[in-house]
């Protein structure tokens, strides 16, 4: 059995649980909600404080969308209206609608080529594989009618058509079959991985609704997951009417699933060694059909837009819903329940609810399929060369780019998931669940009809939370494989080291043989140099041809043995520095450095002033006031002209100062005498 039957099971088991859940819950009406909340430490999530079997059954006994006693008018009543589209509508829109860059990077396959415009068919003929891989293309559409149950809107073509076709001719038409009794107020639409045409034909059926270029541009853009749902202020009359959340995250390229052109992906292929991934994306939006919204004033200090308009959540809706994603993970059963809805705003957090249970299998996928990349398996407790492979890098640096891929992938899938979850915390504060937001969905009355949908979102917020709490437990794992990933490079990064170092003493030893051998080279080559030097001179053609082997040995012996002494007395350090002091010793006596010429008056002139380094401050003063002994009295370079005129000054003050105050006493006297 594959892994992806054995999942089915699973998410069919916890259908059923669910499903025993409230029916426990209706049967038991005792239990209520509970009062006592606590908090998560540093997960931002409250949960019931009292046993978690009660709180569910409490908001599961009460929320539940098959309760017996829920009136028929809690859902909404007024109609969808009507719209129809054909080929030739879509032919024109493809052609003059003024798409941006990003709608034209989506839809480039057909915009490019001109010449597909006025072919006969728009999409591909035939049930076979096409060229713009429109065969792979999902869709879903479903109505929604007054009981707030949902009808599968199915093509009534043959087997023959084509599911591009298929998918066009369930979304073209609105309530269009007016001899229906019962007519659709909300419609689901699931696009997943469309083709070029198919994006051009969702444009073309969603645009009055909602702003697909806005849409559009939000799926090319390399960001992170946002909420778009406070717009009641906005210019745009299809943005007061619209909300909607993006989705960017990462994905394991599935089995015959290509990337789409303008998406980012991986060209490699799955193996034991690699793990191919691609960059996805979606949109949940909701557009609300309220003809008499609520007129609201912006309170704002410096906002742009003082009025704005808010909807009613009873009124006619739209939720759509792209996905582009190139695997086989998304849910499939998300409006298939039997659930009734009791509003677009529902149906629209059931959409988004699977969106993050979605996101939540991708990424546990990937952190199983990076743990399985990098931890090593049960073989390495027994296998000594994967041990050694593990440790020592090779030539390739296998290992150390597998750890820095898989340190970065964690890394970037865990920012993913922390902007999925900040977005959807943002959004949904306390003031909106209970209705109480002025612009996000508010309820401006009590009533039955206000009170059933509280309780319906009691449900809703519930498991929202639990999936929140999923994800933050799914980061803590990816930041604990982070640090044994960081863990096994230290190790490398050891065991690397350590092989670099043993290699570097092998190469000094071979370094340090190397020097011994040249060295004994080099002796060798002095030892047989005066020898041939003597065997030069006398082999020589203008020397006597008489034999004579005195001359030969007294020359021999007088070159052969000072250059022996010489060389064996360079060789050592105490020689060598004995023989470098007496050289430059004879240097110096054979060629004695010159003294500088004397200039008449000029060592007088530049002679440097005597200064009293033993005499006490009074006395060196009194020698440079020239007021020393008469020597230095008579010298009169000893006394400074500067402190000189500064102390000259100073007395002249003084006596300045004395004279004024002698004059001042006697002026006194004389006034005391009269």
């Known amino acids: 059995m594959s892994v992806e039957e054995l999942r089915k099971q699973l998410e069919t088991l916890q259908r059923s649980h669910d499903t025993l859940l409230r029916s426990l819950a209706a049967s038991n009406g005792s239990f209520g909600p509970s009062s006592e909340t606590t908090n998560i430490p540093g997960s931002g999530i409250k949960h019931r404080n009292s046993d978690a079997a009660t709180a569910v059954f409490a908001d599961t006994s009460t929320l539940s969308g098959e309760s017996e006693d829920e009136d028929e008018s809690y859902f909404v009543q007024d109609e969808l209206p009507s719209q129809s589209y054909d080929h030739e509508h879509l032919r024109e ?25 006025k072919q006969p068919y728009l999409f591909p003929q035939g049930s076979g594989p096409a060229e713009d891989r429109s065969h792979y293309s999902h869709y879903q559409v479903y109505d929604v009618g007054q009981d707030g149950a949902t009808t599968l809107i199915e093509s009534s073509g043959n087997e023959n058509t084509s599911r591009a076709v298929e998918a066009w001719h369930s979304i073209k038409d609105i309530n269009a079959d007016h001899s229906k009794d019962k007519k659709a107020v909300g419609r689901i639409t699931i696009a997943r991985e469309p083709s070029p045409i198919l994006f051009g034909a969702l444009h073309l059926a969603m645009h009055n609704a909602f702003d697909m270029d806005e849409l559009f541009r939000h799926l090319v853009q390399t960001e992170a997951s946002s909420a778009h749902m406070y717009r009641a202020f906005h210019q745009d009359l299809r943005h007061q009417k619209t909300f909607f959340f993006t989705f960017e995250y990462y994905t394991i390229i599935g089995e015959e699933c290509l990337p789409m052109q303008w998406q980012r992906a991986d060209n490699g292929k799955s193996s034991e060694s690699h793990v191919p991934l691609s960059r ?12 008499s919204p609520r007129r609201i004033r912006n309170r704002g200090r410096r906002a742009k837009t003082k009025i704005g308009w808010v909807q009613n959540i009873w009124s006619p809706w739209q939720v759509l819903n792209i996905q582009c994603y190139p695997d086989w993970r998304a849910a499939t059963d998300t409006f298939e329940t039997g659930h009734r809805y009791l509003n677009g705003p529902e149906a629209f957090l059931h959409a988004l609810l699977t969106e993050y249970r979605d996101a939540r299998k991708r990424y546990e996928e990937i952190y199983v399929r990076v743990s399985k990349l990098v931890t090593p398996p049960l073989g390495f407790l027994f296998d000594a060369g994967m041990r050694d492979r593990r440790l020592f890098e090779d030539k390739q640096f296998t290992w150390i780019r597998r750890y820095f891929w898989a340190h970065q992938t964690l890394g970037t899938v865990n920012d993913s998931i922390k902007s999925m979850v900040d977005s959807f915390e943002d959004t949904f504060t306390e003031e909106v669940w209970d209705g109480q937001s002025k612009t996000l969905w508010p309820l401006f009355e009590e009533s039955p009809r206000n009170d059933h949908w509280k309780r319906r979102l009691r449900l809703l917020r519930l498991q929202f939370e639990r999936e929140m709490r999923e994800l933050r437990t799914l980061m803590r794992e990816n930041n604990e494989r982070r640090e044994e990933i960081a863990s096994l490079q230290n190790h490398l990064f050891s065991g690397t080291s350590i092989q670099e170092s043993r290699k570097s003493v092998e190469l000094s030893d071979i370094t340090v043989q190397q020097g011994r051998n040249i060295k004994l080279l080099t002796l060798v080559n002095l030892f047989f140099m005066p020898l041939t030097f003597t065997t030069s001179v006398f082999g020589m053609t203008n020397m006597s041809t008489d034999p004579e082997f005195w001359k030969f040995g007294v020359t021999l012996t007088t070159v052969c043995i000072p250059f022996f002494v010489l060389v064996g007395f360079l060789n050592t350090d105490s020689g060598y520095k004995l023989w470098h002091e007496k050289t430059k010793a004879v240097w110096h006596w054979i060629r004695p450095k010159p003294k500088p010429k004397e200039i008449e008056g000029e060592e007088e002139a530049f002679a440097p002033s005597p200064v009293g380094r033993t005499l006490s401050a009074e006395e060196s003063m009194r020698t440079r006031l020239g007021q020393g002994t008469p020597n230095e009295r008579n010298n009169p370079r000893l006394s400074h002209p500067n402190i000189k005129s500064i102390v000259q000054a100073v007395s002249e003050s003084n006596k300045t100062v004395t004279r004024t105050r002698t004059n001042s006493v006697r002026f006194e006297k004389n006034e005391a005498t009269v």
């Open 93 to 117: 829109h493809l052609k003059k609608h003024d798409f941006n860059e990003h709608g034209r990077e989506i839809l480039s396959a057909i915009i490019t080529d001109r010449g597909r415009l």
């Open 280 to 291: 996805c994306g979606a949109v949940v939006a909701l557009a609300l059909y309220d003809n």
